[in-house]
T-cell receptor, first 113, second 113 residues
Framework: SQQGEEDPQALSIQEGENATMNCSYKTSINNLQWYRQNSGRGLVHLIL?????REKHSGRLRVTLDTSKKSSSLLITASRAADTASYFCATGPLTDSWGKLQFGAGTQVVVTP | KAGVTQTPRYLIKTRGQQVTLSCSPISGHRSVSWYQQTPGQGLQFLFEYFSETQRNKGNFPGRFSGRQFSNSRSEMNVSTLELGDSALYLC????????????FGNGTRLTVT
């Protein structure tokens, strides 16, 4: 079963626009991570935010975490065609954690030139 | 630094057969995790190995097994293949602590006919 729910399921934007996607989860977590997957390829780690952090930035990425609402958001600013991919949030559980991330269903992002 | 390497890239097998998938982690990474990705169930955790020991296991039947060698390379075996085992199998390596991100290979696409 999947821990997280991403919203929206799909997002279509033009180059230069911002893309925002949300993730909700159900149980207490150690951390929350975001990954990107290009079609048919492996996942690429984007950013990790700890449960005691509220916001984190990395380049054009901004992640927020609200543990009281069990939700997170990923903002990609000034989108490029190369950002076209599926984006997954993944939570690191408090127990039985070794190597185990619980992934959401993902948001498919299409950025058109 | 070389990334995570999975072989083979594609496999076609018949129901009832068995299959072995291979994963070479990033140099220095002692943890290897395996995930199954399908359109219906998304990304699901299979198991994690650290220093040749299985530390964590997902909810898959005993037909799914794995092992890790002293050089941290890992193999995953699926016996008595079923049609539902068709999936992208992803291997990920990490340093093995709870906050290290997972570094994924490009996966092995298994088709069971």
């Amino acid at each position: 079963s999947q821990q997280g729910e991403e919203d929206p399921q799909a997002l279509s934007i033009q180059e230069g626009e911002n893309a925002t996607m949300n993730c909700s989860y159900k149980t207490s977590i150690n951390n929350l991570q975001w990954y990107r997957q290009n079609s048919g390829r492996g996942l690429v780690h984007l950013i990790l935010i700890r449960s005691n952090e509220r916001e984190k930035h990395s380049g054009r990425l901004r992640v927020t975490l609200d543990t009281s609402k069990k939700s997170s958001s990923l903002l990609i600013t000034a989108s490029r065609a190369a950002d076209t991919a599926s984006y997954f949030c993944a939570t690191g559980p408090l127990t039985d954690s070794w190597g185990k991330l619980q992934f959401g269903a993902g948001t498919q992002v299409v950025v058109t030139p | 630094k070389a990334g995570v390497t999975q072989t083979p890239r594609y496999l076609i097998k018949t129901r009832g057969q068995q299959v072995t998938l291979s994963c070479s982690p990033i140099s220095g990474h002692r943890s290897v995790s395996w995930y199954q990705q399908t359109p219906g169930q998304g990304l699901q955790f299979l198991f994690e190995y650290f220093s040749e020991t299985q530390r964590n296991k997902g909810n898959f039947p005993g037909r799914f097994s794995g092992r890790q060698f002293s050089n941290s390379r890992s193999e995953m075996n699926v016996s008595t293949l079923e049609l539902g085992d068709s999936a992208l199998y992803l291997c990920a390596s990490s340093l093995g602590d709870l906050e290290s991100p997972l570094h994924f290979g490009n996966g092995t696409r298994l088709t069971v006919t």
